[in-house]
């Protein structure tokens, strides 16, 4: 069979990449092509769109960017026309993606959403599109098919989180080895962890690095995104404390002691491999006032939101700044704080329901697209 699959970030490249691996095996005959990054493309199938041609972010920057997000929409409906795919796979990626089920499921293509658009969090009224335009909904956070089913009585699938997959496929260099490939000295690692688009980026980095001097037994180290040149970062590597790694996030905070993190999927990453971490965020004034304003969520990070509790610190807007960063990082740096935290991260893996999300989606999404041939 077809599939057309859409991602629009890293961490969709990520989860994309991997659910295309099941595909193949599932369905030794599919056909893939894409909207991706560099990990979907290695796996196989037709690159159509890179997500660094999609990534805005914010709802002012967004405003900015609509003659471009129109011509993308445009584009992508026209592809999936020519390629007639079996199934259209939506990851994440709810601006987009939402507004292609709705035009797609107008022509009978069968539509399947893995990773749900987080309705939990702010705009719950796109239930009543997600119930119109979506045939097949595949979460992968324990609270959501509650959410859906108890809430909104649409009946989804819970597959688990990728993420675990993601971390245990991940073949890990010895730290010996890590240090030695990135010329990096001996000192213990705090991982920085600012995006993956650039302005994130922008905003995050320099409020994070701005404690460097304040740890000078410790090494800070950037995660470079796929997405981005290095000479993006060289103006923040002026400290000889400071340095940089591009595309090796899962190396990086395999050897790190703790991590300062911009709010997303890095956070829950973060956890999985055990670093205790501070949850940093800061938008543009204009974007975060009006965020405030529909965004009725306890917590930013998917830590907190999965354990409902507030197991890692999160320093939002104002609050993310150099003399709190330097607190909640003295913290993490202490035994008995370090301790309890790597308890909670225990029990947060618990909740996520065990490996295995990537393949169970696969089977689903074959066996449901099957069933209309």
Not at 211 to 218: A, E, K, N, T, W
């Amino acid at each position: 069979m077809k599939y057309y699959i859409i991602a629009g970030e890293a961490s969709g490249d990520l989860h994309g990449s991997n659910l295309m691996k099941a595909l193949y095996k599932e369905d030794p005959n599919a056909e893939i092509r894409f909207w991706g990054g560099d990990l979907m493309q290695k796996t196989g199938g037709t690159l159509a769109k890179h997500y660094r041609e999609l990534a805005f972010m914010g709802f002012i920057e967004v405003i900015f960017n609509l003659k471009t997000i129109l011509n993308n929409i445009k584009f992508c409906k026209k592809d999936i026309l020519e390629f007639q795919p079996d199934a259209l796979i939506f990851i994440d990626y709810p601006g987009f993606n939402m507004r292609i089920a709705k035009w797609a499921k107008s022509l009978r293509i069968k539509t399947h959403y893995y990773i749900s658009p987080q309705i939990w969090a702010w705009k719950e009224s796109r239930i009543k599109s997600i119930r119109r335009d979506v045939d097949k909904m595949y979460v992968i956070l324990p609270f959501e098919k509650e959410f859906y089913e108890k809430k909104h009585r649409f009946s989804v699938d819970f597959v688990g989180h990728p993420l675990i997959d993601a971390i245990q496929n991940q073949q890990i260099t010895t730290q010996e080895e890590f240090i030695k490939a990135n010329n990096l000295d001996t000192k213990p690692i705090i991982a920085i962890l600012p995006g993956s688009r650039k302005q994130e980026i922008s905003k995050m980095l320099s409020v994070m690095l701005s404690v460097s001097g304040d740890f000078p037994d410790y090494q800070f180290v950037i995660a470079g995104a796929p997405s981005q040149e290095f000479s993006f970062y060289e103006p923040f590597l002026k400290d000889k404390n400071i340095h940089f790694i591009a595309n090796k996030t899962y190396d990086l905070l395999s050897h790190s002691t703790a991590a300062l993190v911009t709010s997303g999927t890095a956070t829950l990453e973060t956890a999985l491999f055990k670093v205790p971490e501070v949850v940093c965020y800061k938008g543009s004034w204009a974007s975060y006032q009006i965020a405030k304003r529909v965004v009725t969520l306890k917590y930013i990070s998917l830590v907190n939101l999965i354990m409902d509790a507030p197991i890692v610190t999160e320093l939002i807007q104002d609050n993310c700044n150099s003399a709190s960063i330097k607190i909640e990082l003295e913290k993490l740096l202490e035994p008995t704080n370090r301790a309890k935290v790597l308890e909670n991260y225990d029990l947060l893996e618990a909740q996520l329901g065990g490996s295995g999300a990537s393949e169970k989606t696969a089977k689903l999404i074959v066996k449901n697209t099957s069933k209309v041939h």
